[in-house]
């Protein structure tokens, strides 16, 4: 088959990838979607019970509000796909989607003077990648070129990352059931009930997919034959049953200029640098308000599951879960129970943990994450190679582009307390850049950017391998607001400016 030219390419059809495409639908961009739907891991990752974590105002497009975006409830995953899919309808984005095309390879086509250049002339009217695509139930494969690509492809879904476990102490010896989460949400509801209904389940992990299943797995298991579902819990994070501490809202304490402003940023300066640092009690504080409701609304002492350390690190790395319903509940009647073992392995008849018990199980459930950045293989060498710095961060610039990857743009690889706002900001600027309406730092001046973010992550929280920005978010859309040409600071009066959290509707085009 001939090669299809085109302009622009986009990996990847969730909210990242409807970002791009609407930025950058004057160029009639390609949207390679591998399923035959929108929605990302809201289409694919999500059980029956799964549910924003923020209030629907706090995730929307700043172009498409939600029609009841002053309802304080957080939405359903099928509400969400509701809503991505009347905004793709809205702006006519389908157009530019192939459903059912996996993209099954990349490879560079530019030449050596394309690798070291300067960073800019997106659009050179040459190809600069080649693209495969293999279409479902299809054996060939068409190949695509593109002068700029946009990897849209997640962190989350497709590639399970699965414990590995010693010798003859793996699933093989197990008697009963094992899989992983992604394959959970392939059961409509009537499978997943039947699946736990009267099992002893165990779930390895304790983060928000952990935590969603172990409520729906009591919930299958009310009445008098129900048994208990147990949550193995190796590393313990923060939880937040509601967004009000003490009888205020939550944004007060890191979504504001004024709380933000006592968090380091990156380009802070030496002034700034020691004022943070005396300023760091105070941080310590508003850490220990939130542990201090957390600890007495919660019943975490009492289960053992009370972290050792500090709330802010699991806010600074994008890990705060909010608890299902009637979670704790649950616990009390015996439905769910919890185990914190240091080591854990099968035996024929369950799990067995490091202090010598034994747990019978009939079904294990890995709620233990994906290998995300194993779905940027297809990405050849060496440019795969630039996308992995040994912190596990992804060193991207303004987090879209590495200066050292000519003509590639990721989206989505970023994380904040909305990640929608944050994809959708960084493809206003992408578009701005494609159409050369700003210049960019020098490679050396952007690689410095990069490198500051990252040590401000590090300095910030002990888990901060997610390239998570939400302490300094305001600042980081502050700097790319600059960088466009906009004004940074977008409310009506400081008042507001210095106390109300910024949404994406503070960024609609003016």
């Known amino acids: 088959m001939a090669v299809i030219l085109s302009k622009i390419g986009i990996v990847g059809g969730g909210i990242s990838g409807l970002a791009a495409a609407k ?16 929605g990302g891991v809201w289409r694919h990752c999500s059980y029956r019970s799964t549910k924003l974590q923020t209030p629907r105002c706090d995730y929307e497009f700043s172009d498409y509000p939600w029609p009841e975006r002053d309802n304080s409830t957080f939405p359903s995953y099928a509400d969400i796909l509701e809503y991505l899919d009347s905004y793709a309808r809205h702006f006519d984005l389908l157009k530019f989607v192939q459903f059912n095309s996996k993209v099954i390879e990349v490879r560079f086509v530019g030449g050596e003077e394309d690798r070291t250049r300067e960073y800019g002339n997106l659009l050179t009217g040459r190809p600069m990648w080649e693209v495969a695509v293999q279409t479902s139930g299809e054996e060939t494969v068409q190949w695509y070129a593109f002068e700029f690509l946009v990897i849209c492809a997640g962190k989350y879904g ?21 899989m992983h989460t ?28 952990a935590i ?12 008098p034959d129900g048994q208990t579902c147990t949550l193995v819990a190796r590393a313990l994070h923060w939880t937040v049953p509601h967004y009000w501490i003490w009888g205020l809202p939550f944004y007060l304490f890191f979504s504001t200029r004024s709380s933000q402003f006592l968090h380091q940023r990156p380009n802070q300066g030496l002034a700034r640098t020691l004022l943070c640092h005396l300023l760091s009690p105070m ?47 649950e616990a009390d009647k015996g439905k769910i129970a919890f185990k914190r073992p240091s080591k854990w392995w099968f035996w024929e008849g369950g799990v067995e943990f490091d202090d010598g018990t034994k747990l019978e199980a009939d079904v294990v459930v890995y709620a233990t994450g994906y290998e995300g950045q194993k779905k940027l293989q297809i ?34 690889y970023i994380e904040s307390i909305s990640n929608l706002h944050t994809a959708e900001l960084r493809c206003k600027w992408l578009a701005r850049l494609v159409d050369d309406r700003f210049e960019l730092p020098s490679v050396e001046g952007m690689l410095k950017q990069i490198t500051e973010e990252v040590e401000i992550m590090k300095k910030t929280t002990r888990f901060y391998r997610r390239s998570c920005i939400s302490t300094f978010s305001i600042n980081h859309s502050d700097e790319i607001c600059e960088e466009m040409g906009w004004e940074s600071w977008r409310k009506k009066t400081w008042l507001a400016e210095v106390f109300s959290p910024y949404t994406s509707q503070d960024y609609e085009e003016k």
């Open 23 to 38: 930025q950058l639908a004057a160029h009639n961009p390609l949207v390679f979607e591998a399923t035959d739907s929108l």
């Open 158 to 178: 497709d590639i399970p990352s699965i414990p590995v476990l010693p010798q003859n102490k793996g699933p093989e010896v197990f008697r009963g059931k094992v």
């Open 182 to 209: 992604i394959d959970y949400c392939k059961l409509d509801g009537e499978a997943a009930d039947e699946l736990m209904r009267g099992k002893k389940v165990v779930v390895i992990g304790y983060k928000k997919s």
């Open 212 to 223: 969603d299943l172990a409520a729906e797995c009591a919930q299958a298991n009310q009445g």
């Open 283 to 329: 941080k310590r504080a508003v850490s220990k308000i939130i542990e201090s409701y957390l600890v007495w609304k919660l019943p975490l002492e009492k289960y053992g599951l009370k972290p050792d350390h500090p709330f802010v690190e699991d806010y600074a790395s994008c890990q705060m879960a909010i608890l299902p319903e009637n979670f704790f509940a």
């Open 379 to 412: 990405i050849p060498e060496p440019f795969r190679s630039f996308l992995e710095l040994p912190s596990g961060l992804m060193p991207l610039y303004r987090g879209t582009i590495n200066p050292l990857i000519p003509n590639m743009a990721f989206v989505g």
